[in-house]
C-alpha cells in the first residue's frame, strides 16, 4: 500500500495557541511547525484516525494501544513488509530454518525495535527511532 502517512498536529495547534514565548523566533518557529504538517496533511488529503497517521499517541491517552495505531501498523508493514514474511514462514515451517534471531512475525516489536525486539526496523530505516522520539518528545513536552 503505497499511500503517504503523516503526523497530525491537531492537539499541538490546540495546546500551543496561548504559549507565552520570550522571544519572536520561537512564534515564527511554532508557526513554521504548524504550517508544516498542516501543509502535508491537505496536500497528501491525509485523513485523521484513519490509517493515514503516524505517532497518535495524545489522542490516546498517551498510551500506545497497538490496535489503534493503524498508521504505525500500517508503516511498519509496508518497510518490513518482506521481513515479516519471511519470519513467518520460518515460523509456519518446521522445515526451513529457525526464525533469525530477535526474529518476529508481529509488527509491534518491529516499530518498538532496540536491543530486546526485533531491529529489523531501525536497521532498514536509521531515521526512524530519532523521528520517534522527536515526535514524542514535540507532543509530549511541548
Avoid at 507565552?20 to 488529503?45: D, G, H, M, N, Q
Avoid at 530477535?102 to 518498538?112: H, N
Avoid at 530505516?125 to 518528545?137: G, H, K, N, Q, S
Amino acid at each position: 500500500d503505497e499511500r503517504p502517512v503523516a503526523i497530525d498536529p491537531t492537539l499541538f495547534l490546540r495546546q500551543s495557541e496561548t504559549i507565552e514565548t520570550a522571544s519572536p523566533e520561537l512564534s515564527l518557529t511554532r508557526t513554521a511547525v504548524c504550517s508544516y504538517f498542516t501543509e502535508i496533511l491537505a496536500k497528501y488529503e491525509i485523513k485523521r484516525l484513519k490509517d493515514e497517521t503516524i505517532f497518535d499517541w495524545d489522542l490516546y491517552g498517551w498510551m500506545c494501544f497497538i490496535e489503534k495505531e493503524k498508521g504505525l501498523q500500517r508503516l511498519v508493514k509496508t518497510v518490513c513488509a518482506q521481513h515479516l514474511l519471511e519470519t513467518k514462514e520460518c515460523k509456519d515451517d518446521p522445515h526451513r530454518n529457525r526464525m533469525p534471531q530477535g526474529g518476529t512475525s508481529e509488527w509491534a516489536p518491529l516499530a518498538a525495535g532496540g536491543k530486546m525486539m526485533d531491529a529489523y526496523m531501525i536497521r532498514t530505516w536509521p531515521e526512524y527511532v530519532p523521528l520517534r522520539d522527536i515526535v514524542f518528545y514535540w507532543k509530549f513536552s511541548l
